[in-house]
């Protein structure tokens, strides 16, 4: 069984003229040269990239800035000309990105994994059932009216991509879902989304990495309960 897997992928930014907010905000004086990537919360919230950043300043006289939002975002961003480099996980995105030509030199730097995480309690029992069995589960036991079951990121991230392809290989109607009163669309990164999920103590599709961060530093106590399938 393979786990559920995805990529993230570095693309270099063709420059453009940069938005007047986002200038206004990077021309603040350095005695560096500056460097924008555009990247994911999910990356983000793993702490990886401030570990990246001072070993990297540390040996190169570049100043490292790093805006985060969801995929979709931060690829708007440097299509803006808001960024220099996108670090992102939705690849039909990023093909897009580059056939668009604002990117340029794709290469994918790491993999993480996504994990069905929820309480310890696993009220829909879906502890190693298969994702789509694990998403027939929480509709059922969330329509049987036991309040709020399932936290969406909502916010069309790769994240968010992902979460709406399983719902429909599940068979399940997205828009439908998301105006039943057990499933809760929290717009937010992959962090906020975490630690809503602790606090209603429900389900939610989240990155393997973030995950772990969160968990070794007692933001949430989520479990892993789906981790592997040969669907994805």
Same mark, same amino acid.
Not at 86 to 111: C, M, Q, W
Not at 153 to 159: K, P, V
């Given at each position: 069984?393979?786990?559920?897997?995805?990529?993230?992928?570095?693309?270099? !930014? &063709?420059?453009?003229? /940069?938005?007047?907010?986002?200038?206004?905000?990077?021309? =603040? +004086?350095?005695?560096?040269?500056?460097? @924008?990537?555009?990247?994911?919360?999910?990356?983000?919230?793993?702490?990886?990239?401030?570990?990246?950043?001072?070993?990297?300043?540390?040996?190169?006289?570049?100043?490292?800035?790093?805006?985060?939002?969801?995929?979709?975002?931060?690829?708007?961003?440097?299509?803006?000309?808001?960024?220099?480099?996108?670090?992102?996980?939705?690849?039909?995105?990023?093909?897009?990105?580059?056939?668009?030509?604002?990117?340029?030199?794709?290469?994918?730097?790491?993999?993480?994994?996504? !994990? &069905?995480?929820?309480? /310890?309690?696993?009220?829909?029992?879906?502890?190693?059932? =298969? +994702?789509?069995?694990?998403?027939?589960? @929480?509709?059922?036991?969330?329509?049987?009216?036991?309040?709020?079951?399932?936290?969406?990121?909502?916010?069309?991230?790769?994240?968010?991509?992902?979460?709406?392809?399983?719902?429909?290989?599940?068979?399940?109607?997205?828009?439908?879902?998301?105006?039943?009163?057990?499933?809760?669309?929290?717009?937010?990164?992959?962090?906020?989304?975490?630690?809503?999920?602790?606090?209603?103590?429900?389900?939610?599709?989240?990155?393997?990495?973030?995950?772990?961060?969160?968990?070794?530093?007692?933001?949430?106590?989520?479990?892993?309960?789906?981790?592997?399938?040969?669907?994805?």
């Amino acid at each position: 069984m393979r786990k559920m897997l995805f990529v993230w992928v570095a693309l270099l !930014v &063709i420059p453009a003229i /940069a938005s007047v907010a986002t200038t206004a905000y990077f021309l =603040a +004086p350095s005695s560096s040269d500056r460097v @924008i990537v555009s990247t994911t919360t999910s990356l983000y919230d793993t702490g990886l990239l401030n570990a990246l950043e001072a070993a990297f300043e540390a040996q190169h006289p570049i100043d490292l800035n790093f805006i985060r939002a969801g995929t979709g975002i931060a690829i708007q961003r440097a299509q803006r000309g808001d960024a220099d480099l996108i670090l992102v996980h939705s690849p039909n995105d990023e093909l897009e990105f580059l056939t668009a030509g604002t990117g340029v030199n794709r290469k994918t730097i790491a993999y993480n994994f996504f !994990v &069905i995480v929820g309480p /310890a309690e696993d009220p829909a029992q879906i502890k190693n059932a =298969a +994702p789509l069995q694990a998403l027939a589960k @929480i509709v059922e036991e969330g329509r049987s009216g036991t309040g709020k079951l399932w936290v969406s990121r909502g916010d069309n991230s790769g994240t968010h991509s992902k979460e709406k392809s399983l719902w429909a290989s599940a068979g399940f109607n997205l828009t439908i879902l998301m105006e039943e009163s057990w499933y809760i669309s929290a717009g937010s990164g992959m962090g906020e989304t975490l630690k809503k999920a602790d606090y209603f103590e429900t389900y939610t599709l989240a990155d393997m990495g973030t995950y772990l961060k969160y968990k070794t530093d007692g933001l949430i106590s989520l479990t892993v309960l789906v981790e592997q399938t040969k669907d994805l």
